[in-house]
Structures are given as C-alpha cells and as structure tokens.
C-alpha cells in the first residue's frame, strides 16, 4: 500500500476536471458527474460542480465545453494541465478568449 497527500487544493466556485492518476491537485469542495477521457490521448478527468454553489450550466454543457478545450490542447500541440476550471456560464465563450 502507498498513501500520498494531495499537493495543494482548488477551491473554485466553478466546476472543475481534475486529472486522475495524480495528487498534486484536488478539488475536495466538489462533487463528480463523472469521468471524461480526452479522445486523443487517453488522459483522464474527473468533472463535476461545487458541492455548495453548483453551477448554472447543466452537466452536458460542462462535458461538452471541457472536450472542446482538450481538444483544442491538441490543436495547439499544449499540454494538458492537470487541473481545469471550467465556466459556468451557460454562454459558451469562444476559444480564443481563454487563450489569453
Ligand atoms: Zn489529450
């Protein structure tokens, strides 16, 4: 057996994807929908809102803007980061805008 304590922790109000497989980040302040794997290289992300605030975008809107942002990680030969905050507006920002 092994047991390695989470580095740091984000505390967010948005939801967030936390890489699995790690420990230099979690999101303890957060709940799961589920799991995302990154259609190119495998990576994986837990997904889910914060336990308190929620979020105003439904799960599949947060899937869905997560995907396009791993994506385009891969369009832009960028690594993946292991932790990803992700918007809960329901408006979906264009790419370009998160780049900056
Ligand atoms: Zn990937």
Not at 27 to 56: K, L, M
Not at 57 to 72: D, I, P
Not at 74 to 82: E, S, V
Request: glycine share 8%; aromatic share 8%.
């Amino acid at each position: 057996m092994s047991y390695e304590k989470y580095k740091t922790a984000t505390t967010t109000l948005g939801p967030v994807a936390i890489e699995l497989g790690q420990t230099d980040i979690h999101a303890p302040e957060h709940g799961t929908w589920g799991v995302v794997t990154c259609d190119a290289c495998g990576r994986q992300f837990r997904i889910g809102p914060n336990w308190i605030y929620g979020s105003r975008t439904s799960e599949r809107e947060s899937v869905e803007q997560f995907e396009q942002v791993l994506a385009e990680n891969h369009r832009q030969k960028q690594a993946h980061k292991n932790c990803y905050e992700l918007s809960d507006h329901p408006i979906a920002l264009p790419i370009a805008s998160l780049a900056v």
